[in-house]
């Protein structure tokens, strides 16, 4: 059973759409996930436009991925890094914490992934 960063059950971050390393809608990760997509995130307008100027464009689609492109308001499992750096430059999208993997913890501290908190 997959643990969240507060130590109950990995909820669902989202289906719809379908998110996670193995695209099952689940944060969780595995050795060779090298971006640790751990981070549930509701994604805000502001969020995509930084993570396209620093390479990562998740607002076009993929066709060929399965990729629909993201819209805000859309959750997705995000890089632990590309988060920690949107945090640092105040652009990093509120997370649902249960549905972040507790992986996340070897990276940032609970009490600042409590202070972007939503609800589910």
Same mark, same amino acid.
């Given at each position: ?9 990995? #909820? ?11 695209? $099952? ?6 050795? %060779? ?11 805000? %307008? ?10 990562? $464009?998740? #607002? ?13 308001? $859309?959750?997705?499992? /995000? ?8 945090? !640092? ?5 509120? #997370?649902? /914490? ?6 996340? /913890? %070897? ?5 600042? /992934? %409590?202070?972007?908190?939503? !609800?589910?």
């Amino acid at each position: 059973m997959e643990k969240n960063i507060l130590g109950n059950q990995l #909820i669902s971050c989202c289906i719809n759409p379908v998110t996670g390393y193995f695209r $099952d809608g689940l944060c969780r990760t595995i050795s %060779q996930d090298t971006g640790t997509h751990t981070v549930c995130a509701s994604v805000t %307008q502001e969020f995509l436009e930084y993570s396209a100027s620093r390479g990562n $464009d998740l #607002i076009t689609p993929v066709p060929h991925w399965k990729f629909p492109g993201l819209k805000a308001g $859309d959750k997705w499992c /995000l890089c632990i890094s590309r988060w920690l750096d949107a945090e !640092k430059v105040g652009k990093a999208p509120p #997370i649902i /914490l249960e549905a972040t993997h507790e992986k996340t /913890l %070897q990276y940032a501290s609970l009490e600042l /992934l %409590q202070n972007y908190a939503v !609800k589910v």
